[in-house]
T-cell receptor
Framework: RKEVEQDPGPFNVPEGATVAFNCTYS??????FFWYRQDCRKEPKLLMS???SGNEDGRFTAQLNRASQYISLLIRDSKLSDSATYLC?????????FGAGTRLTVKP | EAGVAQSPRYKIIEKRQSVAFWCNPI?????LYWYQQILGQGPKLLIQ????????DSQLPKDRFSAERLKGVDSTLKIQPAKLEDSAVYLC???????????FGPGTRLTVT
């Protein structure tokens, strides 16, 4: 089993749609979690940290489920500019493990 | 605040040649990471420094890759000799503390022919 797994997609959604991605991790002792977005041929940019209690930033909501060992990202009211690859990152004893990413395309 | 700086942005070399990449992290960030990202994959951690000490280099191919951060600020990553499979983007990132939020530089796109 891979240490950090994501559905590669692609997810093709219309503008205004709600879309959710999951990311599973193998080490139950993992300490912190993040979502990054990466545009084509650009570097990853931090989208949000994922807290145990869940957190929200505008149209984006991140949640952590330690019992089932996954994190999720929910995007509401999708915009064309949300088109990107979304990477989850798991801090595994200070070893940062990236998933392969989920590709999202938002269409007019 | 200045971001993470990397150079060069692009490099094309022939196999068996050597190449070096440079990274300057965000001022005050103690932790520095080098990642390799192959097209279609997520970044893979090569080496992590805390100040000038190595925290994790378990995935660094030490027969050909080396990295240093002598003064605990900027860092260089070297490949000698390069192989075709080293073609990738090499990303440098820094964070205030180990395991914290990371900020990435623009990367160096390496092509080995």
């Amino acid at each position: 089993r891979k240490e950090v797994e994501q559905d590669p997609g692609p997810f093709n959604v219309p503008e205004g749609a709600t879309v959710a991605f999951n990311c599973t991790y193998s080490n139950s002792a993992s300490q912190s979690f993040f979502w990054y977005r990466q545009d084509c041929r650009k570097e990853p940019k931090l989208l949000m940290s994922v807290y145990s209690s869940g957190n929200e930033d505008g149209r984006f909501t991140a949640q952590l489920n330690r019992a089932s060992q996954y994190i999720s990202l929910l995007i509401r009211d999708s915009k064309l500019s949300d088109s990107a690859t979304y990477l989850c990152v798991v801090n595994d004893n200070n070893d940062m493990r990236f998933g392969a990413g989920t590709r999202l395309t938002v269409k007019p | 605040e200045a971001g993470v700086a990397q150079s060069p942005r692009y490099k094309i070399i022939e196999k068996r040649q050597s190449v070096a990449f440079w990274c300057n992290p965000i001022s005050g960030h103690a932790t520095l990471y080098w990642y390799q990202q192959i097209l279609g994959q997520g970044p893979k951690l090569l080496i992590q420094f805390q100040n000038n000490g190595v925290v994790d280099d378990s995935q660094l191919p030490k027969d050909r890759f080396s990295a240093e951060r002598l003064k605990g600020v900027d860092s260089t990553l070297k490949i000698q000799p390069a192989k075709l499979e080293d073609s990738a983007v090499y990303l440098c990132a820094s964070s205030l503390t180990t395991g914290g939020e990371q900020y990435f530089g623009p990367g160096t796109r390496l092509t080995v022919t």
